[in-house]
């Protein structure tokens, strides 16, 4: 399992705070990342001294029963020895040499009286995995994606709204965690154009497509995040929600499958029926808020939590069959287009071969 960024935390004293305010104040003093009072939050000090590190940024806050310091950090860059995996991610797996680095750059170099790497509280951590899908598959991938099972707490969320349209990522928002799925290469672009800077060379991340889900209430010891299991589980329970199980296929190569697997009359019609509604609606989501108008429920002796059971136990049925439930346009001249959890599989076997 892989990790791109975390947020980690140790609350302190008032004691500690002052003597880890000093001597972060004296070690950047002269240089052009010293610590300065953030603009847009006065209860915070700030520096990027140690970015090039992977260190992006200490943050110092005191509030009147708060101190804190909190670092922001990519783990991969404090593992950089060549610069051959700038762009990468970090193992899990490797985290004993990140903790080494991070140690000896805060509390040996700096002098900071604070926890081993291990012992801070991490508050965000971003589970990810990259997937080398060829740029010309990755528009229809996020529009395919854009149209399956979203839940409403992430849907309705304006974050999401705000970049629903976007034809290089998918962000699904919500308060505690995100699921994100993204054009590793244009999003590099874009950034580097909006900066108006050059960035070291990202060609390759061309044809990566990156999901991550970040999870930003954690609030457990670092130690305990980092673990194989937990980073799995998360990253597969939002997949299999979203996206879920069955590779992609036109609505016609798709009833041809079910008329041919599914023996009873009645199942194969109720099956066909939810196909044709989430095609004509264009997404999961929007079927699922239609549902219940469906000729079959028009006598109101189901109620709407039995009516939604119905609608997941069909939903299921399709990707037990193998056919995701979101089908191919036709204009795209495909009729089959295999679903990425294969893939998936085989990036975590090669991270933590069994």
Request: aromatic share 14%.
């Amino acid at each position: 399992m892989t990790v791109d960024k975390m947020y980690v935390v140790y609350e302190m004293t008032g004691a500690e705070y002052h003597d880890t305010f000093e001597k972060l104040w004296s070690y950047f003093k002269g240089t052009r990342h010293g610590l300065r009072r953030d603009k847009y939050d006065k209860s915070v000090y700030v520096t990027n001294g140690l970015s090039e590190y992977g260190i992006q940024e200490i943050r110092l806050r005191r509030l009147w029963n708060y101190h804190a310091i909190e670092v922001r950090m990519r783990p991969e860059l404090l593992n950089e020895i060549d610069g051959s995996n700038y762009y990468g991610l970090t193992r899990i797996s490797e985290f004993g040499e990140v903790s080494m680095k991070f140690d000896y750059i805060l509390r040996d170099s700096i002098g900071l009286n604070v926890p081993s790497f291990f012992e801070w509280i991490a508050k965000r951590v971003e589970y990810t995995v990259d997937l080398n899908v060829g740029e010309a598959l990755i528009p229809k991938l996020l529009f395919l994606y854009k149209s399956g099972n979203i839940p409403p707490y992430m849907l309705h969320d304006d974050v999401t709204r705000r970049y629903f349209e976007s034809d290089t990522n998918l962000y699904l928002n919500s308060t505690t965690v995100t699921a994100h799925w993204y054009d590793r290469y244009r999003t590099l672009q874009e950034k580097e154009k909006k900066a108006k800077k050059s960035y070291k060379d990202y060609s390759v991340t061309r044809g990566i497509l990156r999901y991550e889900v970040q999870c930003k209430d954690c609030n457990e010891k670092v130690r305990d995040v980092l673990s194989v299991e937990q980073c799995r589980k998360r990253l597969w329970y939002f997949y299999e929600l979203i996206v879920g199980k069955g590779d992609y296929y036109t609505l016609n190569k798709a009833k041809e499958i079910i008329n041919d697997k599914v023996k009873s009359e009645k199942k194969r019609m109720s099956l066909n029926q939810l196909l044709d509604l989430i095609n004509e609606c264009g997404s999961v989501w929007l079927a699922k808020l239609r549902f219940a108008e469906q000729p079959e429920f028009s006598s109101g002796k189901q109620n709407l939590k039995q009516i939604m059971d119905r609608f997941s136990s069909r939903l299921n049925k399709l990707r037990d069959l193998g056919i995701n439930p979101v089908c191919l346009p036709s204009g795209w001249g495909i009729s089959r287009l295999s679903n990425l959890d294969g893939m998936m599989c085989e990036y975590f076997e090669a991270q933590y071969p069994r």
